[in-house]
T-cell receptor, first 113, second 114 residues
Framework: GEDVEQSLFLSVREGDSSVINCTYT??????LYWYKQEPGAGLQLLTY?????DMKQDQRLTVLLNKKDKHLSLRIADTQTGDSAIYFC?????????????FGSGTRLQVQP | KAGVTQTPRYLIKTRGQQVTLSCSPI?????VSWYQQTPGQGLQFLFE???????NKGNFPGRFSGRQFSNSRSEMNVSTLELGDSALYLC?????????????FGEGSWLTVV
């Protein structure tokens, strides 16, 4: 079945860049997503990338997609303490009829002042 | 434009009871999906509804059920609650659940079973 993997923890200093990595197995996904979850909250859609794109930039966020290696990354520039949260990578519905998101286990980002 | 709304936000139930959770999708969205989030299992897909029909179902026992109404609002029900059902239940909405949709989540319903 589909699988998405992420590293569990990342610690950076305020002002540095953060890079969160993700690998996935289902090549049929049309969109790949990044969600942010703060303590006690639901999932906030941060950004997404269409599967035929290599890169997408959205203010401080840059998503890179290597479709050949099935590798996705999220770069947060000028990381702030408010960015401390859990970040989930997910691959979305594809052409196989699967309508569910498959999530990674989440990467906890800790930003030190 | 209002986001995905879930009620109640928090609830405590006793083993053996049943619970109903509600989700109102973003206006115009007709696909509603439900996910369970636990520390041990992470985020797992429960089911997806579109036009009042369940189209996809995850690997959960029959105690977990859902429905969707003509206005796209959805409810999920868990009967004969077990301690392991304690979780955050998240609802997601999208236009039609297709591969080209963006998918938005609500704040979730925190269920504690004691």
């Amino acid at each position: 079945g589909e699988d998405v993997e992420q590293s569990l923890f990342l610690s950076v200093r305020e002002g540095d860049s953060s890079v969160i990595n993700c690998t996935y197995t289902d090549s049929s996904s049309t969109y790949l997503y990044w969600y942010k979850q703060e303590p006690g909250a639901g999932l906030q859609l941060l950004t997404y990338i269409f599967s035929n794109m290599d890169m997408k930039q959205d203010q401080r966020l840059t998503v890179l997609l290597n479709k050949k290696d099935k590798h996705l990354s999220l770069r947060i520039a000028d990381t702030q303490t408010g960015d401390s949260a859990i970040y989930f990578c997910a691959d979305g519905p594809g052409d196989t009829g699967r309508r569910a998101l498959t999530f990674g286990s989440g990467t906890r980002l800790q930003v030190q002042p | 434009k209002a986001g995905v709304t879930q009620t109640p936000r928090y609830l405590i139930k006793t083993r053996g009871q049943q619970v109903t959770l509600s989700c109102s999708p973003i206006s115009g969205h007709r696909s509603v999906s439900w996910y369970q989030q636990t520390p041990g299992q992470g985020l797992q897909f429960l089911f997806e509804y579109f036009s009042e029909t369940q189209r996809n179902k995850g690997n959960f026992p029959g105690r977990f059920s859902g429905r969707q109404f003509s206005n796209s609002r959805s409810e999920m029900n868990v009967s004969t609650l077990e301690l392991g059902d304690s979780a955050l239940y998240l609802c997601a909405s999208s236009l039609d659940g297709g591969s080209g949709n963006t998918i938005y989540f609500g704040e979730g319903s925190w269920l504690t079973v004691v």
